[in-house]
Every structure is written in C-alpha cells, then in structure tokens.
C-alpha cells in the first residue's frame, strides 16, 4: 500500500481501519485529522463548523492540564530522550520515576506511602484493586473478595473495573453475566454543597455492616463522578465511607484519576473532605497529557500486609511500567502546576464556567446545569445528537465531546477568559442544538 498523500486519503484509511473508542469498525461518526495543537488550540486539517483551529474545552479527555505544545513540558521530554527513552523496571530503576514517586507521596494525603506506576487509569484500577484482593488472602481473610461502590461511577474499561462500574446506566453492561459480583448501593446524592443525606448514610452503613465479612474494600470516585454522569456529591460522604470502613475492617479506594491535580478545586478530591484512602489511584493529567501513565498508592498497612503472605509480592508488571519519559514528563508537569496559583486559575475557571452555563437552566431541553471547579455540566433531558452537538460547538471555534445527556467542558488551565467565554457559548450551542 502507497503512503496517504492527502487528507481524505488518511480519512479513509482512518474509516477502514483505525477502531476509534466507543465506536463500531468501520466508524460511523466522522473523526476529524489533527495536524497540530498549541496553547489551549487544536488545528485540523479541514475546517469543523467552518472554522480549522478550535478551542478545546475536553483537556483532551481531562488530562492536558497545561495545553499543548508547551514549551517546559517539551523540554523535559527532549532532556530525557537524550538520556535514556526507556529501561525495563525488573531490577533497575531510574532518576525520573523515583523522584515522581517520591513527589506523589509527598502530595496525596497521609499515610499513602507507596507507588506503583502504570500503563494507565484503567490498569491503575486493576492494581487497586487486586492490591486490596491480595492483601486480605494475605492476612488471612480470604473470604473478603467482593468490593463496593455505588452505582453511577465509572473506573475504567479493563476487566476488574468494569465490574465497579455502574451495572445499569453505564457502558459495560454486555459483560454483566461474566464480571465479578459486585456490591451496589444508590447513587450518592447530588449536591456539592449539599448535606449528608440521613437516609442515604444509613443505607451505606447497613450495607457495609451487613457484608463486613465478604468485602474487601469500597472504591468510588470522590467528589465528582466523571464519565458515567459528571455528577458532584458532597466530601461528607467521603467522611462517612472513611468512618464506616475503619469500623467495620474494609479498606477504601479513591479513583482520582479524573479529579486528580486541582481539577475539582482541590489538590485533590479527598482533600474536600480531609481524609485519606488506603488506595488511591492517579492517572490522566499526571503526565500533563503528553505520555500514558497512571499511580496506584497504598499505605503501609497494605503494602506490608501483602508483603507477609504466602505470595509476598504484587504479581504485576507492566512491560512500560515507570517509563522514563513519561516519569520525566510527569515531573516536570507536576512542577509546572504547583509553581503557579493554580487554585486562583481553577477559580477563575470557574467563575466564566458559572457565568456561561448558569444562563442555560430552565433552557428548552435543559434538565440541569452544575459547574465545580474546572468542570461545567450542562445536562440534556434527552440523548445528545453527538454530530450534530460537535458541529454547533465547532461553529463556535470550540472542541467539545458529548457523550450521553450531557454537554460538558474541562477546559485546560491555562485558558483565558476570552477563550473561556467562547468554550461557554460553544457548549451552549451544542447543548440547545443537541
């Protein structure tokens, strides 16, 4: 086969046989060919919506903090291709992911002591949750091998997380009768400034108390629930989880792999509520979105405890597990966050988001409108027309992906207000014409 010469060239080849997330093969929604993105602005190579530079309001799936093409970010990449791209884990170890582990413990809440690095969120999850599997066969409760969560929540597309992903309204419903058996309460009530619900605390804690003996641990995503609804919830819950699972013996992950690294106003998301996981997994714009890599942390208690029993160690090992680049990468972007205000960026943020999108409540189609930290929602009372929705926002010089009901933005943190206020017409476009 020759070599594609032009754009619609590559378009069919894409068509034929590139199988885009979420989708059939052959594809039957248009994808678009980037050429080359910088700042917060993605450049196509045929105009959308008439226009061939958008605004991207995803943060590519939430993980390009800092946009594209920057400059520190670049650097770190080059100095480190010079040095080395990649070295197997197994035996060896390197500069960059030590001095990111290092940097992740210092920033995730006490006790996280420990850091597996890996390929993604997903894989992430995977370890979460075999780390808590293993740990209770290790200390001699075997019989504590289902997890919990509540339903609305999504963790990731690999086998184990889709298990904890929500059993009804999410995606992974075709594998019901062959994933693990999970535990399932109601979906936390919505509500970030909202008061713990009396009821719903007391369904948690009978339900946690009832299956004490089967459950290794609960796992949800604190504060914001991302892909399986974009709903917020409040820190108190998260109290409560913690509370609940000291006292009944089951340990607590957190999937911050969404709302890790300022995203919802915090650090991170527990830090809403000021208590700790036993597990916390990252991911996503760990590496500022420039190279896959994902963290699961483990306190000392999980890590010892796996580490006496009769396999004593974690039998997981990803070929690119602490790829030097992507750990340089990582540094350099977790760098770059922490030396600017980044709290006063995310509230602007926040600010032209409510100033935007808070018009659109009681619009024609409009169920609800929520906006929290670097996150704006506006959700439909029907299925978003993705097509159509993608080229309204377009339309307006703005990149958006709706999935679902929902329109929705994670901007980049270095967007302007200028720019922010285009992201908010152009989800506005697409919501009143999805």
Known sequence: ???????????????????????????????????????????????????????????????????????????????????????????????????????????????????????????????????????????????????????????????????????VGGMHQLWGGVLPRQLFVGEPPAGFEAEVDPAYAAELSDVIERNADELAAVIVEPVVQGAGGMRFHSPGYLRLLRELCDRHGVLLVFDEIATGFGRSGALFAADHAQVSPDVMCLGKALTGGYLTMAATLCTAEVADGISRGSVPVLAHGPTFMGNPLAAAVANASIGLLLEQDWRTEVSRIETGLRAALDPLAGAPGVADVRVLGAIGVVQLDHPVDVVAATEAAAREGVWLRPFRDLVYTMPPYVTDDEDLARIGAGVAAAALKG
């Open 1 to 167: 086969m020759s070599e594609p010469t032009n754009v619609s060239e590559l378009v069919a080849l894409d068509r034929a046989h590139v199988w885009h997330p979420y989708g059939p093969m052959p594809g039957t929604v248009p994808s678009h060919l980037v050429e080359s993105a910088a700042g917060v602005r993605l450049r196509l190579a045929e105009p959308l919506g008439g226009n061939r530079e958008l605004i991207d309001g995803m943060s590519s799936w939430w993980a390009a903090l800092h946009g594209y093409n920057h400059p520190v970010l670049n650097q770190a990449v080059q100095d480190q291709l010079g040095r080395m791209s990649h070295v197997m884990f197994g035996g060896l170890t390197h500069e960059p992911a030590v001095r990111l582990a290092a940097k992740l413990v210092e920033l995730t809440p006490d006790p996280l002591q420990h850091v597996f690095l890996a390929d993604s969120g997903s894989v992430a999850v995977e370890v979460a949750m075999k780390m808590c599997l293993q740990y209770w066969q290790s200390v001699g409760r075997p019989a504590k091998q289902r997890l919990l969560t509540w339903r609305g929540g999504y963790h990731g597309d690999t086998f184990h997380p889709m298990s904890v992903c929500d059993p």
